[in-house]
């Protein structure tokens, strides 16, 4: 295994017992350390990508450091504002990745998603109407950036079901993985604000909800899923 990758999966393991053991002073060491160390690896094994991309993969896991280090403290409703603010920006640079890749959003991925997005900002707007516009915000870049991972164009030589690739030996083919889990963990952020209640319930939500994001980060950062597909015109 690449060693900047092993070490962002140390720093993942330690932000979740962090998270669910309640010990912050962990997740103040390990968690602003995710982002860099894949950041690391973009630099170090992304020589197959264009400067362009490899730049903006970069600087869309920096946004990401800034995000997570305001959200170390995600019952903090202010920062969880700035921290989606930050992950907008790096959404919106995964999403310029993947159309320069020519991932285009197909109905299969976006009706469930549009669904999905309207059921969660009802519910904010019912229950945390203060934190509701900001996070619909964040959930349009979100589902794009989403909707474009999971075009099956990106990875075309991978098996495909119901739309969706297989992940696969090819890292491309789990580009459609790492937004579903992405969505995933997003999804339990509005969960957790709105309904979990006891300090241990919050405690292990943030713990599944570290996971699921440093599982989706961990594929979708990897710069071997965002080389360009080589067309070869028949002999």
């Known amino acids: 295994m690449r060693p900047y990758r092993a070490g962002f999966l140390v720093a993942a393991a330690i932000t979740v017992y962090g998270a669910v053991t309640g010990r912050e002073k962990a997740q103040w060491i390990a968690k602003p350390l995710l982002m860099p160390l894949l950041a690391a690896d973009v630099a170090t094994q992304g020589a197959e990508l264009p400067r362009t991309d490899r730049t903006v993969l970069i600087g869309s896991l920096g946004a990401a450091t800034v995000g997570d280090i305001l959200l170390i403290d995600p019952d903090d409703d202010r920062r969880l504002i700035a921290g989606a603010s930050s ?5 919106a640079g995964y999403s310029a990745l993947w159309w320069r890749k020519g991932g285009r959003p197909t109905a299969g991925a976006v009706v469930p998603r549009v669904a999905a997005w309207l059921g969660a900002i009802g519910l904010l707007r019912a229950k945390a109407p203060s934190v509701a516009a900001p996070l619909a915000a964040y959930g349009v870049t979100l589902g794009a950036a989403a909707a474009l991972a999971s075009d099956p164009a990106l990875a ?3 098996k495909n079901l119901a739309g969706v690739n297989v992940p696969g030996a090819d890292p491309r083919s789990r580009l459609g993985l790492g937004a579903l889990l992405f969505t995933v963990s ?7 604000r709105l309904f979990a209640r006891g300090a241990g319930a919050r405690r292990v939500t943030e713990g599944v909800i570290l996971a699921t994001y440093a599982a989706a980060q961990y594929l979708l950062a990897d710069p071997k899923a965002h080389v ?3 067309v070869t015109a028949p002999e």
Not at 186 to 192: A, E, P, Q, Y
């Open 186 to 192: 997003d999804g339990l952020i509005v969960l957790r």
């Open 228 to 230: 360009r597909t080589v």
């Open 156 to 158: 075309p030589a991978a």
């Open 87 to 91: 992950f907008a920006v790096m959404q």
